[in-house]
């Protein structure tokens, strides 16, 4: 009856983190597909390796990198003025960094929960550079 119960709670959890996690990645995908293939640092496809446990840790610090290459690359090519040269890594790397301690014991807690907040700003600021290449 407990492993039943302990079950249901680790499937709840994993939903709760999986459904935000594909809609994120799903617009992540579409601002790298917005972006000229000659302006494009990567697959948009690729995004999705990021769902690959521990694995997905690093590979968010490549796609922070490659997306804000790609969208400096496509503002130049379209002569789309904006206030950043790499659009989106001021928000992005600190965010990875946080992610990547939240594996820490102790500091964990602390640094997932400002993680998440860097992650909501991330999403928010891809979302609307991706909005300005549509």
Known sequence: ???AMFSGMWLFFMLLWLVPAIFYLLMLQKAFTRCAPES???DPNMVWLMLIPIFG???HFIIV???AKSLGAE???RNIVIEEA???KKVGMPMCILSACGIIPFIGILAGIAALV???MYWIKI???SEKLA
């Open 40 to 42: 494009r640092a990567m």
């Open 57 to 59: 840790i690093v590979w």
């Open 86 to 88: 790499e659009p989106g």
């Open 1 to 3: 009856m407990l492993g």
């Open 127 to 129: 979302a609307e550079y």
């Open 75 to 77: 503002f130049a090519k």
């Open 65 to 67: 990198n490659n997306m």
């Open 118 to 120: 860097f992650w909501v």
